[in-house]
Structures are given as structure tokens and as C-alpha cells.
């Protein structure tokens, strides 16, 4: 960021600088740089059922698994240069009353009965009219959701890829598939297909030349669809969007305000034709209505709780005090359908129902010991609200200790189960094994079961899932043993 303190007092606001909390002191301007963050709100519900639990293996079973999709999401729209963000608010374990959803299946049916008895019965299926309500059930399948004007509910299977909760929300923020028989609605992603499984196909389709041919200008518009979060293609490396898709994200932020933690006043003067054409009160700083300039967005005022969003190039202000409120100012790059994910691959989930015993058995362990580990930490909270200062810090830590050991305890009988588990029931265990010790750091473990699993399994797209999986693990195993030369 520029500050220019000529006598005209102009600032100047540049596209790579972000400011935070600007406050006026002495006609001067003060600014702290910071990353664009305009959070929408995700309310996260599990199914669970009869006895309490959460399906014994999965993809999307734990805390921690949520943790991980809403870091790789955020991850993903931060380098692709969104304002937005994901913010998980909370994840909450339904009754059992509801347990017959437990292990439906992730379909457009099972999707429109949920959203009807959940408006229907809203306290019971904790229903967030503030956040997007993101069901789970230990079904098959992968994820569903609407696209607006019924994008407040998504629901999630266990059968889904590292950036599926994200996949989902951007149906939410009004992003279709990239092969959307009707068109995606952007012209800056090329055509595509969801059964193609080489991106040789897309290359001779747009271009009629395999990708190593393409010219890099080429290259990179394959890329951009290919690896798009909206397709169907590069398995656990979908992390682009389009600068379409991104518009077409921001474009819904007005409409759907009530999920976000601040609402966006966006400034585009190029985009903003009936300002620039002196209808100033036209302009209401929606991104389809964006403010001419920085000036103007100033002088609507009324920016408690909103943010203002520069489009990437050169802004100024006016008035001779300089910006005399405390707001944020972020920059950024420049009827209702059904969409789904295709299931890549299948694996059993409720292996507490297995028809080997000892499977069964050391599964039902297992889950009652994953659910005191969550009910540890649950009932510390509760106990800090009337705990001194002092033991707080105490009580924090003794819960955690015995969160972990529940936590130890459940790979143990996980371990367990896999000695007598085979075929794709084993597959399912080794799975939840290799995801267990990467999200506990153990990179060699977790790099080890994902291969016994790609060794071993006939689906193919499994394969390559936990192929990209064991490798991430393997990078990460590395890195962490780099030592620094002594100096």
C-alpha cells in the first residue's frame, strides 16, 4: 500500500494490499495488512445413531475431519484469491430420535426430505437460518446440494474427496458443475465431460492436440477446468477456480448476507456503468451494483458490520480527513437445481454391523471410545463455566489428556478389527488408520496404510485416492525430518 501525503490528502489503495481497521489521526492514515476474510457461516450436523454414534470409519466421521475440509477450503479460496472464507460455527451430534437418517443413502430424495422435516421440526434438527445447514449420515454416497434459491442445506455421505465440503458450497454460492449439461454459465472454464479420465480428452476437445502440445496460454485454461473445484476430474488436486466462478460466488453474498459474519460493500469501477453514468443512489455496493470508487462507497456510510471490496487496481479518496471511520477494506481478485458428486468409489462404513463378529465387535469399541473423546471435551466446557481462573488451565489440560487416550484407544481396536476385516471392509479400516496418524502427525503410518490400501483394492479411483494421499504423507514425513545445518 501506497500512502500518499501530498496536500490533497489522497490515498491511493492498491489490489495486493489489504487493510484492516483504518483509523484517522492528524489527517494521517494508519493501516495493519491482513488476508481478505469475509466468513459465511456452516452449521455441521451429524446423524447418529440408536446408541449415540458416529459411523465407526468414513471420510467425514470426526471433528477432525471437519477441520480438515474447512482448512483445505479456506486454504484453497485464500490462493485462488476469494474474499470469502468458510467458518464452521459448530458441530453438533443430532438425537437419536433422528437416528433412522443415520445411514440413509446421499441422494436428491434423501436431500429434499431432510430440508422439508428439518423446516418443519427445526429445533430438533437444529436448523440455522444465519448459517448453511450441512447434514452427515454414514451412507455410501458422496455429497449433495441445492443451488440458490434453496442453497441453505447440503448433506454429506462418507464416500467423498478432500475438498468435497467445499465442492458443495460452491453449488451453495451459485457455482455449477464445469460439464453442467446446461453450461456452467461461465465462458472462461472450456467444455468438459464427467466421464472423461484423461485430460488429454478435454485437450482434444477444446484444442484437437493432446495437453503436451498445447501452447502454455493453452495449458493453462485446461488447468483451470480440469483441476477445478467444480469438476469431477484430478481426484484429490481439484483446487482452482475461474475468475467467473468467483464472481459468480461474490454475486450471491448480498442476496445471502444472513450467512456471512460481515457483510461485503463491493467497489468495481469498471463494473459499476449506472454509477459512473450519474446515478450515484443506484449503487448500493452489491457486487452487481458496486460502488464507482472508494469515495463513494465512504460516503454511503452506515459500515457498521461491513466490509468494503476493492477490485485489484488503483483506488483513491477525496475528502481531505481521510477515512474517518473503523472499517475493514479487503481487496480481491479480479429456480432451484440439484447437483451432486459422483461416487468415486464404495466402501462399508458401519462396521459395527459387520457380519464377521470380530469385526463387529471391536468396531462397537471403537465408537463408544471416539464418542467419550468427544464427550470429554464437552464436559469440560461445561465445568469452566463455573471454575475459577486458576483451575481452568488445568482442567483444560487433564481434558484433553484423556481425550487423546480415548483417542489412542480408538486406533488400538481399530487395529484390531483390521486383523480379522478383509476385502473392503478392510479397506475401510486401513482408511480410517492412515487418516487417524496423518491427523495425529504419524506421516510414516499414515503414507503406510494408504498404500496397503492402493496395493490391495480393485476401484480404481480408491487407488488413486490413497496413492495422492500416501504421497502427501510422504512429503510431509520428509519435510518434518529436514534438520537445519549448525551454523
Known sequence: MFLNKQKNKHCHFYSQKIIKH????????????????????????FFVDADGDRPTAGDFISNADVDDQEQLGNDILKTEKSELRILVTEIIDLPTSLSAFSDDPVNSTTLANIRRLALLSRTLFQWRTNAINVYVTGGTGSAIAYLPDRNDTVLMGQAIRNTTLLHELGHSYNVKHTHDPDGDGCSDTLGDNSDWTSINQMAN?????????????????????????????????????????????????????????????????????????????????WFILPYPDLQSALDAGN???????????????????????NVDIYSRQGTASIDREKVLYELPWRLDQSKNPAVSEAAKNAKREAKLARKVLKDAEKDLATTSAN??????????????????????????????????????????????YRQSQNY???SEYYNRVAEDTEQINLKEIALARARKCLGKLEKSSIVEPEL
Not at 227 to 237: R, T
Open 22 to 45: 483504518l483509523f484517522i489521526s492528524f489527517l494521517i492514515l494508519f493501516a495493519v495488512a491482513v488476508e481478505a476474510n469475509i466468513p459465511f457461516r456452516v452449521s455441521i450436523k
Open 205 to 285: 476437445n477444446s484444442y484437437g492436440v493432446n495437453y503436451s502440445e498445447l501452447s502454455s496460454s493453452q495449458k493453462s485454461l485446461v488447468d483451470r477446468t480440469w483441476y477445478n473445484v467444480l469438476s469431477y476430474h484430478a481426484g484429490e488436486n481439484r483446487s482452482r477456480f475461474s475468475p467467473c466462478q468467483k464472481d459468480r460466488m461474490s454475486a450471491r453474498t448480498s442476496p445471502d448476507a444472513h450467512y456471512l459474519t460481515k457483510t461485503p460493500r463491493y467497489v468495481h469501477p469498471t463494473n459499476s456503468v449506472i454509477c459512473s453514468y450519474g446515478v450515484p443512489l443506484a449503487c448500493n455496493g
Open 303 to 325: 459500515l457498521a458490520g461491513k466490509a468494503i471490496v476493492l477490485e485489484r487496481g488503483s483506488h483513491s479518496i477525496t475528502q481531505t480527513n481521510g477515512i474517518n471511520s
Open 391 to 436: 483451575e481452568k488451565k488445568l482442567l483444560k489440560k487433564q481434558a484433553k489428556e484423556k481425550s487423546k487416550q480415548h483417542k489412542s484407544n480408538v486406533t488400538e481396536y481399530l487395529l484390531e478389527a483390521e486383523k480379522y476385516a478383509a476385502e473392503r471392509e478392510k479397506h475401510a479400516i486401513q482408511m480410517e488408520l492412515a487418516k487417524r
Open 444 to 446: 510414516k503410518l499414515c
